[in-house]
């Protein structure tokens, strides 16, 4: 996905990533000095995968501003953004290194509504109680474990993410129920993948 990557200090600079594919999902584990991202207009236009990415900070500190809104961050918050909108994002607020685990989901798996998801982008989730604090855990598993998964099984942990994510944020919404186009198509969408 192009982005334009500015680290703080480009000499000492150091990054990690690994990928793991959860079916039609995927969760990314990455680690990095201080940076700061920009995804621009010029940019989105370039390519685009049409995805929600939901990050878990699970080590030292980071921002992210979309759409009007901004979170600080810190170990055990996690954020949602746009893949599709611009952002502004960085790490290091402590001037130390982050690494957070992302979920990438794409948009037509995530059964809420467009004007729906864009009230959460750029918001701070705790993710230390209730269901955000299981799905920060099934994350953690998933990246811990996921290596010695076998391919199906791997489809099967990306529904239950998607799932687990989409209480998470009707959860954050406040809302009890999702809207009936959304979760009819939701529905649908679990049984083509049941059925393949």
């Known amino acids: ?3 334009a990557l500015s680290a703080r200090d480009a000499a000492a600079f150091h990054a990690e990533g690994a990928f793991l594919g959860l079916g039609p999902v995927q969760l ?3 680690s990095y000095s201080p940076l700061r991202s920009r995804r621009t207009p010029a940019l989105i236009r370039r ?3 049409e995805q929600y990415q939901l990050g878990l900070v699970t080590r030292g500190s ?6 009007g809104s901004e979170a600080e961050l810190h170990a055990g918050d996690m954020v ?3 893949t599709s909108r611009p952002y502004d994002s960085g790490s290091g607020l402590d001037d130390g290194s982050v690494e957070v ?3 990438q989901i794409p948009k037509a798996r995530l ?5 729906q998801v864009d009230q959460l982008v750029a918001r701070r989730m705790d993710s230390t109680t209730g269901i955000r604090a299981v799905l920060a855990q099934f994350l953690g598993a998933v990246v811990g474990n996921g290596s010695d998964c076998r391919p199906h099984d791997l489809g099967s942990l990306g529904s239950v993410a998607v ?3 989409a209480a998470c944020l009707i959860q954050q919404l406040g809302a009890e129920t999702q809207p009936p186009e959304a979760a009819r198509a939701h529905v649908l969408l679990r049984q083509v993948d049941a059925f393949t």
């Not at 980071?62 to 759409?67: E, I, K, L, S, T």
């Not at 059964?111 to 004007?115: F, V």
Request: net charge negative; hydrophobic share 50%; no cysteine.
């Open 62 to 67: 980071a921002w992210y501003a979309q759409g």
């Open 80 to 82: 949602l953004w746009d």
């Open 1 to 3: 996905m192009p982005s």
């Open 47 to 49: 390519g685009d995968p």
């Open 101 to 103: 685990l992302v979920l």
């Open 111 to 115: 059964p809420l509504a467009a004007p």
């Open 163 to 165: 799932e687990l994510a």
């Open 28 to 30: 990314s584990r990455f």
